[in-house]
């Protein structure tokens, strides 16, 4: 299992320019979630997935921030005009089935480092 | 959601055993705890996870008392490699919504 794909792993951009996450979840996991972590604020949900469908974006912190999942085996973070308070490690995970129940477990994937200069 | 505390930090010295306590007193009847592992410039990790009582696995043990209202992460024989931040999280659902939340972790510093 290749678990799941994030690209790019690193990105620096100049503040005011787009920013495309990209996320690949595990075939066959129906939920799939963003996370932002920073030393200030640690690990934060910005959005899931279920089946396709945004279910929460509570999260989001701006309108800046979209994300879209087209199909069950990509989903995209976009950031417009990034700014450098944005600057952070993006996570993609994704999870079988509903989280917190027995054996069903969320997977991390390596990250995106972003750096807004 | 129920809310977690655990420690900010702890520091423990090679093959030693580090146990980690969170509390969550407002912990629903069908929430499982799970606890996960992050090393720096990874994602969390799963490491274990249990409804009551006693789990082990290959990594950890998760000690669970009856009242469910706390949970103890025990790590046994610790590495250098065994440093990193580690997380308790309660349930999944929130208002309806299964997700999960994340709070500030405990992070285990092993000594040579």
């Known amino acids: 299992d290749a678990g799941v794909i994030q690209s790019p792993r690193h990105e620096v951009t100049e503040m005011g320019q787009e920013v495309t996450l990209r996320c690949k979840p595990i075939?066959?996991?129906?939920?799939l979630f963003w996370y932002r972590q920073t030393m200030m604020r640690g690990l934060e949900l910005l959005i899931y997935?279920?089946?396709?469908?945004?279910?929460?974006d509570s999260g989001m912190p701006e309108d800046r921030f979209s994300a879209k999942m087209p199909n069950a085996s990509f989903s995209t973070l976009k950031i417009q005009p990034s700014e450098p308070r944005d600057s952070a490690v993006y996570f993609c995970?994704?999870?079988?089935?509903?989280?917190?129940?027995?054996?069903?477990?969320?997977?991390f994937g390596e990250g995106s480092w972003l750096t807004v200069v | 959601l129920a809310k977690t505390t655990q420690p900010i930090s702890m520091d423990s010295y090679e093959g030693q055993e580090v146990n980690i306590t969170c509390s969550h007193n407002n912990i629903a009847t069908n929430d499982y705890i799970t606890w996960y592992q992050q090393f720096p410039s990874q994602g969390p990790r799963f490491i274990i996870q249990g409804y009551k009582t006693k789990v082990t696995n290959e990594v950890a043990s998760l000690f669970i008392p009856a009242d469910r209202k706390s949970s103890t992460l025990s790590l046994p024989r610790v590495s250098l490699s065994d440093t990193a931040v580690y997380y308790c999280l309660v349930g999944g659902l929130s208002g309806g919504y299964n997700k999960l939340i994340f709070g500030a972790g405990t992070r285990l510093a092993v000594h040579p």
């Open positions: 995970a994704s999870s079988l089935d509903r989280v917190g129940g027995s054996g069903n477990t969320i997977y």
């Open positions: 997935f279920n089946n396709n469908v945004p279910i929460d």
């Open positions: 075939s066959g996991h129906d939920y």
